[in-house]
Antibody
Framework: QVQLVQSGAEVKKPGSSVKVSCKAS????????LNWVRQAPGQGLEWMGG????????NYAQNFQGRVTITADESTSTAYMDLTSLTSGDTAIYFC???????????????WGQGTMVIVSS | EIVLTQSPATLSLSPGERATLSCRAS??????LAWFQHKPGQAPRLLIY???KRATGIPARFSGSGSGTDFTLTISSLEPEDFAVYYC???????????FGQGTRLEIK
């Protein structure tokens, strides 16, 4: 049974950066896409980007281009999401989510991490 | 960018009733249309993928239909645990990307 376990909650100052990790256990890591989705308070779900570890080239949502970096370490089965230039608008729960299909991005995210709360406040 | 519009924003029904949730795309989408259920304090749950295929472990009362620009999630007979927010989502081939609708809140009447 594949599980995704994310790093703990973060409190950051405006203008700083945050890096959230997502460690996979119990299954194949390299051939399944890992994606990042966030939910700001009172808002809906927003896809930030994703990566297939075997390929190593991430795709990013236009809204986050230039501010987000998604990486994956195959040796530790861990994906990372690094978000820079934080503002209060980045206060949200950040989820990692695994694609259902191997070697593809189809949006069918069937396995999710528990979520990481990131609060941006001065 | 494809925009997904869900309706209604809120749906008030009683257990045992049938729920019909709509998702309309701003332009024709490929078959990669999914539906998710989201409850407070939990991760979203994949219900339907490829517009009409039930994900593993999803009860048969959940069904998805549609193609092109109009898609529907139907819950045939509501159970108490079905009251949640539902999101549709589509995936572009190129440029690769994923878009969510704004959500429909299904509440107990």
């Amino acid at each position: 049974q594949v599980q995704l376990v994310q790093s703990g909650a973060e409190v950051k100052k405006p203008g700083s950066s945050v890096k959230v990790s997502c460690k996979a256990s119990g299954g194949t890591f390299s051939s399944y896409g890992l994606n990042w989705v966030r939910q700001a308070p009172g808002q809906g779900l927003e896809w930030m980007g994703g990566i297939i570890p075997m390929f190593g080239s991430p795709n990013y949502a236009q809204n986050f281009q230039g501010r987000v970096t998604i990486t994956a370490d195959e040796s530790t089965s861990t994906a990372y999401m690094d978000l820079t230039s934080l503002t209060s608008g980045d206060t949200a729960i950040y989820f990692c989510a695994r694609e259902f299909r191997q070697l593809a991005l189809t949006g069918a995210f069937d396995i999710w991490g528990q979520g990481t709360m990131v609060i941006v406040s001065s | 960018e494809i925009v997904l519009t869900q309706s209604p924003a809120t749906l008030s029904l009683s257990p045992g009733e049938r729920a019909t949730l709509s998702c309309r795309a701003s332009q024709s989408v490929n078959s990669y249309l999914a539906w998710f259920q989201h409850k407070p304090g939990q991760a979203p749950r994949l219900l339907i993928y490829d517009a009409s295929k039930r994900a593993t472990g999803i009860p048969a009362r959940f069904s998805g239909s549609g193609s092109g620009t109009d898609f529907t999630l139907t819950i045939s007979s509501l159970e108490p645990e079905d009251f949640a927010v539902y999101y549709c989502q589509q995936c572009n081939n190129w440029p690769p990307g994923v878009t969510f609708g704004q959500g429909t809140r299904l509440e107990i009447k």
